[in-house]
Protein backbone atom coordinates (compact mmCIF):
# COMPACT_ATOMS: atom_id res chain seq x y z
CA UNK A 1 0.00 0.00 0.00
CA UNK A 2 1.06 3.50 -1.01
CA UNK A 3 2.67 5.63 1.91
CA UNK A 4 0.42 8.56 2.21
CA UNK A 5 2.33 10.60 4.52
CA UNK A 6 2.87 14.21 3.85
CA UNK A 7 5.61 16.90 5.21
CA UNK A 8 4.37 20.15 4.14
CA UNK A 9 7.55 23.03 5.13
CA UNK A 10 7.99 20.77 8.20
CA UNK A 11 4.46 19.94 9.05
CA UNK A 12 3.66 16.53 9.01
CA UNK A 13 0.85 14.93 8.15
CA UNK A 14 -0.38 10.99 8.10
CA UNK A 15 -2.25 11.76 4.71
CA UNK A 16 -2.61 14.67 2.75
CA UNK A 17 -5.96 15.54 3.55
CA UNK A 18 -6.70 18.43 5.85
CA UNK A 19 -9.70 20.13 6.44
CA UNK A 20 -9.60 23.89 5.26
CA UNK A 21 -10.43 26.68 8.48
CA UNK A 22 -14.18 26.64 8.42
CA UNK A 23 -17.48 25.43 10.18
CA UNK A 24 -15.85 21.87 10.20
CA UNK A 25 -13.21 23.31 12.24
CA UNK A 26 -14.81 25.33 14.74
CA UNK A 27 -14.58 23.49 17.73
CA UNK A 28 -12.27 21.06 19.21
CA UNK A 29 -15.76 18.17 19.28
CA UNK A 30 -15.93 18.64 15.65
CA UNK A 31 -11.88 18.61 14.76
CA UNK A 32 -11.63 15.34 17.03
CA UNK A 33 -14.18 13.38 15.31
CA UNK A 34 -12.90 14.65 11.81
CA UNK A 35 -9.38 13.05 13.19
CA UNK A 36 -11.22 9.45 14.84
CA UNK A 37 -13.19 9.45 10.78
CA UNK A 38 -9.19 9.89 9.14
CA UNK A 39 -8.45 13.34 8.22
CA UNK A 40 -4.41 14.03 8.71
CA UNK A 41 -4.74 17.63 9.62
CA UNK A 42 -7.22 20.70 10.52
CA UNK A 43 -6.62 24.28 10.04
CA UNK A 44 -8.76 25.85 12.91
CA UNK A 45 -11.72 28.32 12.08
CA UNK A 46 -9.40 31.74 12.20
CA UNK A 47 -8.83 32.75 15.52
CA UNK A 48 -8.67 36.90 15.91
CA UNK A 49 -11.08 38.76 18.42
CA UNK A 50 -14.16 37.05 18.23
CA UNK A 51 -16.57 38.78 16.08
CA UNK A 52 -20.53 38.76 16.05
CA UNK A 53 -22.32 36.74 13.21
CA UNK A 54 -25.09 37.42 10.70
CA UNK A 55 -27.99 34.56 10.25
CA UNK A 56 -28.92 33.44 7.84
CA UNK A 57 -25.36 32.91 6.74
CA UNK A 58 -24.89 30.61 3.32
CA UNK A 59 -26.37 30.48 0.39
CA UNK A 60 -26.29 27.39 -3.09
CA UNK A 61 -26.07 26.99 -6.35
CA UNK A 62 -28.08 24.16 -7.40
CA UNK A 63 -27.16 23.06 -10.63
CA UNK A 64 -29.15 20.36 -12.80
CA UNK A 65 -30.07 18.72 -9.59
CA UNK A 66 -26.59 19.03 -8.43
CA UNK A 67 -26.94 20.89 -5.03
CA UNK A 68 -24.32 23.31 -3.73
CA UNK A 69 -22.19 23.05 -7.00
CA UNK A 70 -21.54 26.40 -5.91
CA UNK A 71 -21.79 27.39 -2.39
CA UNK A 72 -21.76 31.02 -0.81
CA UNK A 73 -20.92 32.69 2.73
CA UNK A 74 -21.23 35.50 4.66
CA UNK A 75 -20.01 34.01 8.09
CA UNK A 76 -16.94 35.59 9.44
CA UNK A 77 -14.28 34.20 11.17
CA UNK A 78 -14.55 32.55 15.27
CA UNK A 79 -16.94 34.51 17.20
CA UNK A 80 -16.00 32.33 20.12
CA UNK A 81 -13.28 34.02 22.85
CA UNK A 82 -9.80 32.85 22.27
CA UNK A 83 -9.47 31.15 25.53
CA UNK A 84 -11.94 28.43 24.84
CA UNK A 85 -10.50 27.62 21.61
CA UNK A 86 -6.95 27.60 22.45
CA UNK A 87 -8.05 25.02 25.34
CA UNK A 88 -10.25 22.86 22.96
CA UNK A 89 -6.65 22.94 20.58
CA UNK A 90 -4.43 21.25 23.46
CA UNK A 91 -6.83 19.04 24.33
CA UNK A 92 -7.21 17.89 20.80
CA UNK A 93 -3.16 17.85 20.24
CA UNK A 94 -3.29 15.97 23.06
CA UNK A 95 -5.31 13.39 22.04
CA UNK A 96 -4.29 13.19 18.38
CA UNK A 97 -0.35 13.83 18.62
CA UNK A 98 0.18 12.57 14.98
CA UNK A 99 -2.06 14.77 13.33
CA UNK A 100 -1.31 18.09 11.76
CA UNK A 101 -3.20 20.88 13.89
CA UNK A 102 -2.59 24.50 11.97
CA UNK A 103 -4.67 26.65 13.92
CA UNK A 104 -5.82 30.25 11.43
CA UNK A 105 -5.05 33.80 12.55
CA UNK A 106 -6.34 37.13 11.27
CA UNK A 107 -5.92 40.52 13.41
CA UNK A 108 -5.30 44.19 12.23
CA UNK A 109 -2.32 44.83 10.36
CA UNK A 110 -0.48 45.77 13.18
CA UNK A 111 3.36 44.35 14.55
CA UNK A 112 2.39 43.99 18.13
CA UNK A 113 -1.39 42.58 17.42
CA UNK A 114 0.30 39.90 15.20
CA UNK A 115 3.09 39.07 17.88
CA UNK A 116 0.60 38.51 20.32
CA UNK A 117 -1.69 35.83 18.65
CA UNK A 118 0.91 33.81 17.13
CA UNK A 119 2.59 33.55 20.58
CA UNK A 120 -0.40 32.77 22.67
CA UNK A 121 -1.61 30.37 19.46
CA UNK A 122 2.10 28.80 19.74
CA UNK A 123 1.81 28.29 23.26
CA UNK A 124 -0.60 25.79 23.58
CA UNK A 125 1.15 23.46 21.39
CA UNK A 126 -0.03 23.61 17.54
CA UNK A 127 2.20 22.36 14.34
CA UNK A 128 1.39 25.51 12.20
CA UNK A 129 0.04 28.65 11.72
CA UNK A 130 -1.76 29.89 8.70
CA UNK A 131 -2.39 33.74 8.14
CA UNK A 132 -6.09 34.64 6.70
CA UNK A 133 -5.74 37.21 4.02
CA UNK A 134 -8.22 35.85 2.00
CA UNK A 135 -11.81 36.42 3.78
CA UNK A 136 -13.71 38.83 1.36
CA UNK A 137 -16.75 40.15 3.15
CA UNK A 138 -17.15 41.46 6.58
CA UNK A 139 -13.51 41.41 7.96
CA UNK A 140 -12.95 43.10 4.51
CA UNK A 141 -14.44 45.95 5.51
CA UNK A 142 -12.39 46.18 8.55
CA UNK A 143 -8.72 45.89 6.83
CA UNK A 144 -8.31 42.26 7.08
CA UNK A 145 -8.93 39.63 5.25
CA UNK A 146 -8.40 40.07 2.04
CA UNK A 147 -8.26 44.25 1.95
CA UNK A 148 -4.90 43.16 3.05
CA UNK A 149 -4.53 40.09 1.31
CA UNK A 150 -5.11 42.07 -2.14
CA UNK A 151 -1.94 44.60 -1.22
CA UNK A 152 1.58 42.78 -1.50
CA UNK A 153 2.90 45.33 0.67
CA UNK A 154 1.01 44.52 3.16
CA UNK A 155 1.40 40.47 2.72
CA UNK A 156 4.78 40.93 2.93
CA UNK A 157 4.42 43.29 6.08
CA UNK A 158 2.00 40.91 7.86
CA UNK A 159 3.78 37.71 6.99
CA UNK A 160 7.24 39.11 8.76
CA UNK A 161 5.61 40.34 12.00
CA UNK A 162 4.12 36.93 12.58
CA UNK A 163 7.59 34.99 11.39
CA UNK A 164 9.56 37.46 13.88
CA UNK A 165 8.03 35.27 16.61
CA UNK A 166 6.65 32.29 15.36
CA UNK A 167 8.61 29.08 16.18
CA UNK A 168 5.95 26.80 13.91
CA UNK A 169 6.16 26.95 10.27
CA UNK A 170 4.10 29.86 8.84
CA UNK A 171 1.41 29.52 5.97
CA UNK A 172 0.53 32.43 4.29
CA UNK A 173 -3.68 31.74 2.95
CA UNK A 174 -4.48 33.75 -0.07
CA UNK A 175 -7.19 35.44 -1.68
CA UNK A 176 -8.16 35.12 -5.45
CA UNK A 177 -10.00 38.42 -5.31
CA UNK A 178 -6.72 39.54 -7.16
CA UNK A 179 -5.66 39.82 -10.38
CA UNK A 180 -2.72 38.00 -10.13
CA UNK A 181 -1.81 35.49 -7.28
CA UNK A 182 1.64 35.04 -7.71
CA UNK A 183 1.93 38.62 -7.13
CA UNK A 184 0.82 38.08 -3.42
CA UNK A 185 2.25 35.20 -3.57
CA UNK A 186 5.46 36.17 -4.17
CA UNK A 187 5.34 38.73 -1.79
CA UNK A 188 4.37 36.17 1.08
CA UNK A 189 7.31 34.29 0.14
CA UNK A 190 9.45 37.85 0.33
CA UNK A 191 7.61 38.23 4.44
CA UNK A 192 9.53 34.65 4.89
CA UNK A 193 6.56 32.56 4.57
CA UNK A 194 7.06 28.97 4.80
CA UNK A 195 4.18 28.00 2.69
CA UNK A 196 1.28 29.43 0.62
CA UNK A 197 -2.17 28.09 0.61
CA UNK A 198 -4.98 29.08 -1.84
CA UNK A 199 -7.59 29.83 -2.52
CA UNK A 200 -9.64 31.44 0.16
CA UNK A 201 -13.75 32.48 -1.26
CA UNK A 202 -14.35 34.30 -4.60
CA UNK A 203 -16.57 37.13 -3.97
CA UNK A 204 -20.08 36.33 -4.93
CA UNK A 205 -24.06 36.84 -4.77
CA UNK A 206 -25.69 33.31 -5.58
CA UNK A 207 -28.90 35.27 -7.02
CA UNK A 208 -31.91 37.73 -6.44
CA UNK A 209 -35.37 36.70 -5.61
CA UNK A 210 -37.69 37.36 -8.46
CA UNK A 211 -41.06 37.52 -6.24
CA UNK A 212 -39.73 40.03 -3.23
CA UNK A 213 -36.73 40.75 -5.43
CA UNK A 214 -34.11 40.53 -2.12
CA UNK A 215 -30.77 39.55 -3.07
CA UNK A 216 -29.95 35.56 -1.99
CA UNK A 217 -28.80 34.92 0.94
CA UNK A 218 -30.19 38.17 2.43
CA UNK A 219 -30.42 39.41 6.07
CA UNK A 220 -34.05 41.32 6.76
CA UNK A 221 -34.02 41.95 3.09
CA UNK A 222 -30.84 43.31 2.75
CA UNK A 223 -27.68 41.18 1.51
CA UNK A 224 -24.01 41.78 0.90
CA UNK A 225 -21.77 39.98 -1.16
CA UNK A 226 -20.20 36.48 0.34
CA UNK A 227 -17.60 34.16 -0.84
CA UNK A 228 -18.44 31.64 -3.37
CA UNK A 229 -16.40 28.06 -2.95
CA UNK A 230 -17.37 24.30 -3.64
CA UNK A 231 -17.19 22.20 -6.79
CA UNK A 232 -17.69 25.46 -9.21
CA UNK A 233 -14.27 27.12 -8.08
CA UNK A 234 -12.23 24.00 -8.48
CA UNK A 235 -10.87 25.25 -12.05
CA UNK A 236 -10.21 28.74 -11.03
CA UNK A 237 -8.43 27.18 -7.79
CA UNK A 238 -6.54 24.60 -9.73
CA UNK A 239 -4.56 27.31 -12.18
CA UNK A 240 -4.00 29.56 -9.52
CA UNK A 241 -2.25 26.54 -7.64
CA UNK A 242 -0.50 25.90 -11.44
CA UNK A 243 0.56 29.31 -11.53
CA UNK A 244 2.33 29.45 -8.21
CA UNK A 245 3.90 26.08 -8.63
CA UNK A 246 5.73 26.68 -11.98
CA UNK A 247 7.31 30.46 -11.10
CA UNK A 248 10.49 29.82 -9.98
CA UNK A 249 10.27 32.46 -7.35
CA UNK A 250 7.57 31.07 -5.19
CA UNK A 251 9.73 28.00 -4.13
CA UNK A 252 7.98 27.21 -1.15
CA UNK A 253 5.19 24.03 -1.15
CA UNK A 254 1.50 24.52 -1.56
CA UNK A 255 -1.30 24.01 0.17
CA UNK A 256 -4.16 23.38 -2.31
CA UNK A 257 -7.60 24.42 -1.67
CA UNK A 258 -10.98 24.62 -3.76
CA UNK A 259 -13.56 22.59 -4.75
CA UNK A 260 -12.03 19.44 -3.41
CA UNK A 261 -14.28 16.83 -3.25
CA UNK A 262 -12.85 13.87 -3.84
CA UNK A 263 -9.40 11.79 -4.14
CA UNK A 264 -9.28 12.53 -7.56
CA UNK A 265 -9.63 16.46 -7.19
CA UNK A 266 -6.71 16.30 -4.66
CA UNK A 267 -4.71 14.39 -6.85
CA UNK A 268 -4.73 16.62 -9.67
CA UNK A 269 -4.17 19.58 -7.01
CA UNK A 270 -0.81 17.73 -6.05
CA UNK A 271 0.13 16.84 -9.84
CA UNK A 272 -0.28 20.63 -10.21
CA UNK A 273 2.23 21.42 -7.77
CA UNK A 274 -0.22 21.53 -3.92
CA UNK A 275 1.74 19.03 -1.14
CA UNK A 276 -1.37 18.42 0.46
CA UNK A 277 -5.02 19.93 0.41
CA UNK A 278 -7.77 21.37 2.64
CA UNK A 279 -11.42 20.79 2.40
CA UNK A 280 -14.60 22.56 3.41
CA UNK A 281 -17.55 22.69 1.06
CA UNK A 282 -17.59 18.80 0.60
CA UNK A 283 -17.58 18.15 4.49
CA UNK A 284 -20.07 20.65 5.00
CA UNK A 285 -21.91 18.72 2.33
CA UNK A 286 -21.33 15.05 3.38
CA UNK A 287 -20.06 15.35 6.34
CA UNK A 288 -16.56 13.88 7.71
CA UNK A 289 -16.99 10.16 6.83
CA UNK A 290 -15.76 11.93 2.89
CA UNK A 291 -12.17 11.17 3.87
CA UNK A 292 -12.29 7.54 4.10
CA UNK A 293 -12.80 7.14 0.36
CA UNK A 294 -10.66 9.82 -0.40
CA UNK A 295 -8.11 7.75 1.58
CA UNK A 296 -8.72 4.40 0.00
CA UNK A 297 -9.37 5.87 -3.45
CA UNK A 298 -5.87 7.66 -3.55
CA UNK A 299 -4.45 4.72 -2.46
CA UNK A 300 -5.74 2.26 -4.84
CA UNK A 301 -4.71 5.00 -7.47
CA UNK A 302 -1.44 5.02 -6.47
CA UNK A 303 -1.10 1.55 -5.97
CA UNK A 304 -2.20 0.74 -9.72
CA UNK A 305 0.41 3.57 -11.08
CA UNK A 306 3.10 2.03 -8.86
CA UNK A 307 3.49 5.04 -7.21
CA UNK A 308 5.32 4.41 -3.89
CA UNK A 309 4.61 7.27 -1.86
CA UNK A 310 1.90 10.23 -2.67
CA UNK A 311 4.76 12.81 -2.82
CA UNK A 312 5.76 11.48 -6.19
CA UNK A 313 2.65 13.27 -7.37
CA UNK A 314 3.93 17.04 -6.18
CA UNK A 315 3.98 18.81 -9.33
CA UNK A 316 4.71 16.00 -11.76
CA UNK A 317 2.11 17.91 -14.36
CA UNK A 318 3.52 21.54 -13.83
CA UNK A 319 6.03 21.09 -16.62
CA UNK A 320 3.84 20.51 -18.57
CA UNK A 321 1.34 23.57 -17.93
CA UNK A 322 2.40 26.96 -20.18
CA UNK A 323 1.63 29.66 -21.43
CA UNK A 324 -0.46 29.70 -25.19
CA UNK A 325 2.60 31.32 -27.22
CA UNK A 326 4.10 27.37 -26.41
CA UNK A 327 1.53 25.55 -27.83
CA UNK A 328 1.67 23.79 -31.22
CA UNK A 329 -0.68 25.78 -33.39
CA UNK A 330 -0.29 22.75 -36.40
CA UNK A 331 -1.00 20.11 -33.78
CA UNK A 332 -4.97 18.65 -35.41
CA UNK A 333 -7.60 17.24 -33.20
CA UNK A 334 -10.71 15.82 -35.16
CA UNK A 335 -13.92 14.64 -34.06
CA UNK A 336 -15.29 11.21 -35.36
CA UNK A 337 -18.82 10.16 -34.29
CA UNK A 338 -19.50 6.60 -33.42
CA UNK A 339 -22.79 5.94 -34.89
CA UNK A 340 -23.30 2.44 -33.66
CA UNK A 341 -23.17 4.36 -30.25
CA UNK A 342 -24.59 7.66 -30.90
CA UNK A 343 -28.23 7.14 -30.19
CA UNK A 344 -29.03 10.65 -32.75
CA UNK A 345 -30.35 13.03 -30.12
CA UNK A 346 -28.50 16.19 -32.77
CA UNK A 347 -27.27 17.49 -29.58
CA UNK A 348 -23.54 17.79 -31.17
CA UNK A 349 -25.00 18.97 -34.56
CA UNK A 350 -26.38 21.81 -33.20
CA UNK A 351 -23.68 23.00 -31.29
CA UNK A 352 -21.37 22.58 -34.29
CA UNK A 353 -24.45 24.39 -36.70
CA UNK A 354 -24.89 27.03 -33.80
CA UNK A 355 -21.94 27.65 -32.17
CA UNK A 356 -18.64 26.42 -34.15
CA UNK A 357 -18.15 25.44 -37.37
CA UNK A 358 -20.76 24.00 -38.96
CA UNK A 359 -18.94 20.77 -40.31
CA UNK A 360 -21.56 17.96 -38.46
CA UNK A 361 -23.51 16.54 -41.24
CA UNK A 362 -26.96 14.71 -40.62
CA UNK A 363 -26.91 12.44 -43.25
CA UNK A 364 -29.10 9.12 -44.39
CA UNK A 365 -28.11 5.96 -45.10
CA UNK A 366 -29.28 3.44 -48.48
CA UNK A 367 -32.03 2.26 -46.13
CA UNK A 368 -33.44 6.04 -45.16
CA UNK A 369 -31.76 5.92 -41.37
CA UNK A 370 -29.95 9.08 -40.64
CA UNK A 371 -27.03 9.34 -39.37
CA UNK A 372 -23.97 12.22 -38.42
CA UNK A 373 -20.88 12.73 -39.68
CA UNK A 374 -17.94 15.09 -38.79
CA UNK A 375 -16.59 16.87 -42.15
CA UNK A 376 -13.37 16.13 -40.95
CA UNK A 377 -11.40 18.58 -43.18
CA UNK A 378 -13.24 21.11 -41.73
CA UNK A 379 -13.34 20.15 -38.12
CA UNK A 380 -11.25 22.48 -35.89
CA UNK A 381 -11.16 19.88 -33.10
CA UNK A 382 -12.81 22.42 -30.88
CA UNK A 383 -14.08 19.55 -28.38
CA UNK A 384 -17.66 21.17 -28.10
CA UNK A 385 -19.61 18.11 -29.71
CA UNK A 386 -18.05 15.60 -27.63
CA UNK A 387 -18.59 18.17 -24.35
CA UNK A 388 -22.23 18.41 -25.28
CA UNK A 389 -22.75 14.93 -26.00
CA UNK A 390 -24.61 12.98 -23.30
CA UNK A 391 -23.39 9.60 -24.07
CA UNK A 392 -19.87 8.29 -23.37
CA UNK A 393 -17.84 6.79 -26.34
CA UNK A 394 -20.44 8.39 -28.53
CA UNK A 395 -17.77 11.08 -30.23
CA UNK A 396 -14.08 10.59 -29.91
CA UNK A 397 -11.58 13.21 -30.23
CA UNK A 398 -9.02 12.22 -32.40
CA UNK A 399 -5.25 13.17 -31.85
CA UNK A 400 -3.02 14.02 -35.07
CA UNK A 401 0.28 15.09 -34.55
CA UNK A 402 2.28 17.70 -36.39
CA UNK A 403 4.87 16.56 -38.90
CA UNK A 404 6.49 20.34 -38.33
CA UNK A 405 4.92 21.52 -34.69
CA UNK A 406 5.07 25.17 -34.51
CA UNK A 407 4.15 27.54 -31.72
CA UNK A 408 3.01 31.44 -32.02
CA UNK A 409 6.09 31.94 -30.56
CA UNK A 410 8.40 30.13 -32.78
CA UNK A 411 5.77 31.93 -35.74
CA UNK A 412 6.51 35.35 -34.82
CA UNK A 413 10.01 34.25 -34.22
CA UNK A 414 10.39 33.49 -37.70
CA UNK A 415 8.00 36.20 -39.20
CA UNK A 416 10.20 38.86 -37.45
CA UNK A 417 13.27 37.09 -38.31
CA UNK A 418 12.78 37.13 -42.30
CA UNK A 419 12.05 40.59 -42.10
CA UNK A 420 15.66 41.59 -40.85
CA UNK A 421 17.01 39.19 -43.73
CA UNK A 422 15.38 40.55 -46.37
CA UNK A 423 16.55 43.57 -45.75
CA UNK A 424 20.05 42.14 -45.48
CA UNK A 425 19.58 40.18 -48.59
CA UNK A 426 18.22 42.52 -50.74
CA UNK A 427 20.47 45.14 -49.87
CA UNK A 428 17.95 47.92 -48.81
CA UNK B 1 -16.64 28.49 -49.91
CA UNK B 2 -15.82 26.03 -46.85
CA UNK B 3 -13.32 27.18 -45.13
CA UNK B 4 -11.64 23.93 -46.37
CA UNK B 5 -11.65 25.53 -49.61
CA UNK B 6 -10.30 28.39 -48.70
CA UNK B 7 -7.60 27.33 -47.52
CA UNK B 8 -6.85 24.82 -50.24
CA UNK B 9 -6.95 28.03 -52.54
CA UNK B 10 -4.63 30.05 -50.92
CA UNK B 11 -2.39 27.31 -50.13
CA UNK B 12 -2.29 26.28 -54.24
CA UNK B 13 -1.09 30.09 -54.75
CA UNK B 14 1.49 29.98 -52.07
CA UNK B 15 2.97 26.28 -53.44
CA UNK B 16 2.79 27.59 -57.18
CA UNK B 17 4.97 30.82 -55.93
CA UNK B 18 7.37 28.28 -54.15
CA UNK B 19 7.28 25.96 -57.09
CA UNK B 20 8.64 29.03 -59.20
CA UNK B 21 11.31 29.26 -57.22
CA UNK B 22 10.05 32.15 -54.90
CA UNK B 23 10.91 32.60 -50.95
CA UNK B 24 8.82 34.46 -48.35
CA UNK B 25 10.74 37.73 -48.13
CA UNK B 26 8.29 39.46 -45.69
CA UNK B 27 4.94 39.36 -43.19
CA UNK B 28 3.19 42.16 -42.58
CA UNK B 29 0.50 41.14 -40.09
CA UNK B 30 -2.94 42.99 -41.07
CA UNK B 31 -7.09 43.18 -39.99
CA UNK B 32 -7.37 40.85 -43.12
CA UNK B 33 -4.64 38.56 -42.60
CA UNK B 34 -1.29 38.50 -43.82
CA UNK B 35 0.28 40.37 -46.48
CA UNK B 36 3.17 37.63 -47.52
CA UNK B 37 6.13 39.43 -50.02
CA UNK B 38 7.56 36.41 -52.22
CA UNK B 39 10.97 37.24 -54.28
CA UNK B 40 12.34 34.60 -56.54
CA UNK B 41 15.75 33.47 -55.70
CA UNK B 42 18.66 32.93 -58.30
CA UNK B 43 20.04 29.63 -59.52
CA UNK B 44 22.52 29.33 -56.31
CA UNK B 45 19.48 30.14 -54.08
CA UNK B 46 20.46 33.58 -53.44
CA UNK B 47 17.74 36.84 -53.52
CA UNK B 48 18.88 39.38 -55.59
CA UNK B 49 17.23 43.15 -56.68
CA UNK B 50 16.44 42.03 -60.09
CA UNK B 51 14.53 39.40 -59.27
CA UNK B 52 10.82 39.47 -59.63
CA UNK B 53 8.91 40.18 -56.58
CA UNK B 54 4.91 39.70 -55.72
CA UNK B 55 2.92 39.52 -52.86
CA UNK B 56 0.05 37.14 -51.51
CA UNK B 57 -3.28 38.53 -48.52
CA UNK B 58 -3.06 35.21 -46.93
CA UNK B 59 -6.56 35.00 -45.30
CA UNK B 60 -7.15 31.88 -44.07
CA UNK B 61 -6.47 31.02 -40.86
CA UNK B 62 -5.02 27.14 -41.72
CA UNK B 63 -2.71 29.38 -44.84
CA UNK B 64 -1.69 31.64 -42.25
CA UNK B 65 -0.52 28.57 -40.73
CA UNK B 66 0.62 27.03 -43.57
CA UNK B 67 2.98 29.60 -44.92
CA UNK B 68 4.89 29.98 -41.83
CA UNK B 69 5.26 26.88 -41.49
CA UNK B 70 7.09 26.74 -44.61
CA UNK B 71 9.39 29.85 -43.45
CA UNK B 72 10.26 28.02 -40.49
CA UNK B 73 10.85 25.10 -43.19
CA UNK B 74 12.92 27.37 -44.97
CA UNK B 75 15.22 28.66 -42.30
CA UNK B 76 16.10 25.52 -40.61
C1 LIG C 1 -18.99 28.98 5.79
C2 LIG C 1 -17.54 29.15 5.50
C3 LIG C 1 -16.73 29.77 6.45
C4 LIG C 1 -15.38 29.94 6.18
N1 LIG C 1 -14.58 30.49 7.13
C5 LIG C 1 -13.25 30.63 6.91
C6 LIG C 1 -12.41 31.11 7.92
O1 LIG C 1 -12.82 31.41 9.04
N2 LIG C 1 -11.09 31.21 7.63
C7 LIG C 1 -10.56 30.88 6.42
O2 LIG C 1 -9.36 30.99 6.21
N3 LIG C 1 -11.36 30.41 5.44
C8 LIG C 1 -12.69 30.26 5.67
N4 LIG C 1 -13.47 29.73 4.69
C9 LIG C 1 -12.89 29.36 3.39
C10 LIG C 1 -12.46 27.89 3.33
O3 LIG C 1 -11.47 27.59 4.26
C11 LIG C 1 -11.94 27.52 1.93
O4 LIG C 1 -10.81 28.31 1.64
C12 LIG C 1 -12.97 27.72 0.83
O5 LIG C 1 -14.24 27.35 1.29
C13 LIG C 1 -12.63 26.93 -0.43
O6 LIG C 1 -12.64 25.53 -0.19
P1 LIG C 1 -13.90 24.58 -0.58
O7 LIG C 1 -14.21 24.81 -2.03
O8 LIG C 1 -13.44 23.18 -0.27
O9 LIG C 1 -15.02 25.01 0.28
C14 LIG C 1 -14.84 29.53 4.95
C15 LIG C 1 -15.66 28.90 4.01
C16 LIG C 1 -17.00 28.70 4.28
C17 LIG C 1 -17.86 28.02 3.28
Known amino acids: MADLQINLAGIKSPNPFWLASAPPTNTGYQVQRAFEAGWGGAVWKTLGDPILNVTSRFSSLDFNG ?173 NMVGECAKNPRINVPISGIGGISNWQDAAEFMLMGATGVQVCTAVMHHGFSIVEDMI ?24 KYTNWGNLDLNHTVIARINNDVCINCNKCHIACEDASHQCIDMLKDSNGVEYLQVREEDCVGCNLCSIVCPVDGAIDMLDIPSNQPMTWNEREAVIKGTKVKSEVNIGK | MSTHNEFIAERDKIDFLIDQGYRITAVTENLSGDLVEFQQVDEAGVLGEKKETTSLLIMNANARKYFSTLMMEQQQ
Open chain 1, 66 to 238: QRMAGFNNIELITDRPLEENLREIYETKKRFPNHAIIVSLMVEPQQDKWHEIVKRVEDVGVDGLELNFGCPHGMAERGMGSASGQVPELVEKQTYWAKEVAQTPVIVKLTPNITDITVTAEAAVQGGADAISMINTINSLTGVDLDTWNTVPNVAGKGAHGGYCGPAVKPIAL
Open chain 1, 296 to 319: DGLSNYLDDKKVKSVNELIGKSVP
